[in-house]
Nanobody, 120 residues
Framework: QVQLVESGGGLVQAGGSLRLSCAAS????????MGWYRQAPGEQRELVAGITPRSITNYADSVKGRFTISRDNAKNTVYLQMNSLRPEDTAVYYC??????????????WGQGTQVTVSS
């Protein structure tokens, strides 16, 4: 059973910082691309940032220069450092990972979501 367990959300004032973590656990062959998505009330889920196993990253335009995604392959963990937070960053943040169960089969997994609330 593969699980993604997130931590680090919370309430912060505008301009503040938060760091999210997401660890993959269970029986699997390898962890491929990992990423963070977010979903605000009444909105569609959107990609915030992604990172490949070799740490090639991509970001949504709205977070470039403020958020940094990183990963620790030895710990199967991905992080999202969020600085200069704005009220519009308020959302539930979801971790996503493409995980190879065997050398020939992989699928996407999702974390349970963690609430990030930025007050003005």
């Amino acid at each position: 059973q593969v699980q993604l367990v997130e931590s680090g959300g919370g309430l912060v004032q505008a301009g503040g910082s938060l760091r999210l973590s997401c660890a993959a656990s269970g029986n699997f062959f390898s962890v491929n691309t990992m990423g963070w998505y977010r979903q605000a009330p009444g909105e569609q889920r959107e990609l915030v940032a992604g990172i490949t196993p070799r740490s090639i990253t991509n970001y949504a335009d709205s977070v470039k220069g403020r958020f940094t995604i990183s990963r620790d392959n030895a710990k199967n963990t991905v992080y999202l450092q969020m600085n200069s937070l704005r009220p519009e960053d308020t959302a539930v943040y979801y971790c996503n990972a493409n995980i190879a169960i065997t050398w020939y089969a992989s699928r996407d997994y999702w974390g349970q979501g963690t609430q990030v609330t930025v007050s003005s």
